[in-house]
């Protein structure tokens, strides 16, 4: 974590155990427990303590929006400015439940919230929606501001161990044991990635317990494998391939890729995660198509290729008629058939396609986000389980999953907002 990203002490003030364990006797059976402080857990706070809720937030690590912060060291890609009927393609099978939670709060409402709290938004080149400032600090902290100023409590160091025999929550705290008895309860642990910000998954028995079904986690947004030479590896491990194009079961997603020392990684292929992580898992391996000169048809790279003297160095050719450079010459050496670079014709096919043989995944503990959680079908139309009344889950925990872009924090933050309508919804119809 980034000096400029490290999280302010001051705005929401943490209360201790002692506090936490007299509202547990005294009060929590009018306030509403959220178990997880990132951005889902945050949000349904905001929405339930502005409708006048008490609102009481459980984070087990010692503070809170660690993962937002993280998220901020990439420029905090908080959401994305294409048109919403593509916005809403990105979330594939859980497409349903996002166009009713961004109908909600939308991308749109996303960039007022974040002007609301005294950070405008820009759009970048890609369509990517950012902080003015591309920090994540700034926007955290006015939010846990505006948190406390709402009467929120943020109970942190308080790792949930699931229900007591009365149905209490329980929780590990340094000070001992608590239980407290809420009148509603909202789940925002987050899902198995990045274990060492909060998100490990250990939620899981514990809801497995109650008879709710889950899918199992898998890695998202992450890194594949190739079987690189070492000699490669000298030449372009950390390098870039930039403005490509991959190709996969039908899809073609331009980007980047980054060259890593097990593989590939970049947001080109986390577009392409799912389905190349689901060949893996059936076939143990999946073959993508690198096109290294997408805006040129093989004929025109054929014919630009044909003009640069045949006795030069294959670097030298792709730098003359191409304005391909490093490692690009590296990369079809270790991936192509030395046949395959030397004329013309096989050579621009190979530009526009070489093969990528993926052998494996980079796991949980490595991946951005995961696939898996509670399953949709085990959620009502607010966001409770429907085996556990006034027992609601939003966020990561969920089965779903989305590549980056800024699809999964606006995914996170939206479902916050719906759980916690969901929540208000069921207070007033019990």
Not at 23 to 50: F, V, Y
Not at 56 to 74: C, I, N, Q, T
Not at 372 to 395: K, Q, S, T, V, Y
Request: proline share 7%; net charge positive; glycine share 12%.
């Amino acid at each position: 974590m980034t000096q400029t990203d490290s999280l302010p002490s001051a705005p929401v003030q943490p209360a201790d155990p002692a506090s936490a364990a007299a509202a547990g006797r005294d009060t929590a059976a009018s306030r509403i427990a959220i178990i997880g402080g990132g951005p889902a857990g945050l949000m349904a706070a905001e929405i339930l303590s502005a409708a006048g809720r008490g609102v009481d937030v459980y984070e087990a690590l010692p503070s809170a929006g660690r993962k937002f912060l993280m998220a901020g060291r990439g420029g905090l890609n908080i959401t994305h400015s294409e048109p919403l009927d593509r916005f809403l393609s990105r979330y594939g099978a859980a497409r349903p439940l996002f166009e009713r939670l961004l109908a909600r709060f939308s991308p749109a409402d996303l960039r007022a919230w974040c002007a609301g709290l005294g950070v405008p938004t820009l759009v970048g080149s890609s369509g990517r929606v950012f902080p003015e400032g591309f920090k994540a600090s700034p926007l955290l902290r006015a939010w846990l501001a505006r948190l406390a100023a709402q009467g929120v409590r943020l109970f942190l160091r308080h790792r949930w161990s699931g229900w007591d025999e009365a149905g209490r929550l329980c929780f590990d705290t340094p000070s001992g044991r608590v239980e407290v008895q809420p009148l509603a309860t909202v789940l925002a642990l987050g899902g198995a990635s990045w274990p060492r910000l909060g998100s490990d998954g250990r939620w899981a028995p514990l809801v497995q317990a109650r008879g709710v079904g889950l899918a199992p986690f898998r890695p998202s947004n992450s890194g594949f494998d190739i079987a690189w030479g070492p000699g490669f590896l000298e030449r372009a491990e950390g390098q870039p391939l930039k403005r490509i194009a991959l190709g996969f079961a039908g899809r073609t997603v331009p980007g980047e890729l980054v060259i890593t020392r097990s593989g590939l990684e970049g947001g080109a292929l986390y577009a392409l995660s799912a389905p190349v992580r689901d060949a893996l898992e059936r076939d143990g391996q999946a073959t993508v198509l690198l096109d290294l000169k997408p805006d040129l048809s093989p004929a025109q790279i054929q014919n630009k290729l044909a003009r640069v003297p045949a006795a030069d160095s294959l670097a030298n050719r792709l730098r003359k008629a191409l304005s391909l450079t490093p490692p690009v010459g590296a990369l079809l050496r270790e991936l192509c058939r030395p046949e395959d670079l030397v004329r013309p014709a096989a050579l621009a096919a190979r530009i526009k396609a070489v093969p990528l043989v993926f052998t494996g995944m980079r796991g949980l503990d490595r991946a951005i986000s995961t696939a898996g959680g509670i399953r949709l079908d085990e959620l009502d139309a607010n966001l409770m389980l429907r085996r556990c009344p006034g027992l609601f889950a939003c966020g990561e925990m969920l089965d779903w999953e989305a590549p980056t872009g800024g699809y999964l924090l606006q995914g996170c933050m939206a479902s916050g907002v719906g759980v916690a309508e969901g929540v208000l919804s069921w207070l007033h119809d019990h």
